[in-house]
């Protein structure tokens, strides 16, 4: 059984930074593919970035490119997500997630194909 846990969430001013972290436990999950969503109240799911089992398979978000950045570590099952230049927009619950990599379009941060959740770390940005 797969377990997810984030941290790292918390306040910060417009411009701050934020790292959120994400210990991942349970059979094989150091070969799955690994994501981070967040959401907003009374919204979907949406997906910030996304990541293989290697590095070069990062990918973003139109709205966090170029601010966001995932990484994982693969022997201590880590998944990071350092976050840059917050903005008030960003303010929502942040998940960390897995699927198996043989999932079809997987890297297309649909959510309804990941099937392992954390519970969800809070980012609140203020202006």
């Known amino acids: 059984q797969v377990q997810l846990v984030e941290s790292g969430g918390g306040s910060v001013q417009a411009g701050g930074s934020l790292r959120l972290s994400c210990v991942a436990s349970g059979y094989g999950i150091s070969s799955y593919c690994m994501a981070w969503f967040r959401q907003y109240p009374g919204k979907e799911r949406e997906g910030v970035a996304r990541?293989?089992?290697?590095?070069?398979?990062?990918g973003y978000a139109d709205s966090v490119k170029g601010r966001f950045t995932i990484s994982r570590d693969r022997t201590k099952s880590l998944l990071y997500l350092q976050m840059n230049s917050l903005k008030p927009e960003d303010t929502a619950m942040y998940y960390c997630?897995?699927?198996?990599?043989?999932?079809?379009?997987?890297?297309?941060?649909?959510?309804?194909?990941?099937?392992?959740w954390g519970q969800g770390t809070q980012v609140t940005v203020s202006s």
């Open positions: 990541i293989g089992r290697a590095s070069n398979t990062a």
């Open positions: 997630a897995a699927t198996d990599c043989s999932v079809y379009k997987w890297w297309l941060l649909v959510a309804g194909d990941y099937k392992e």
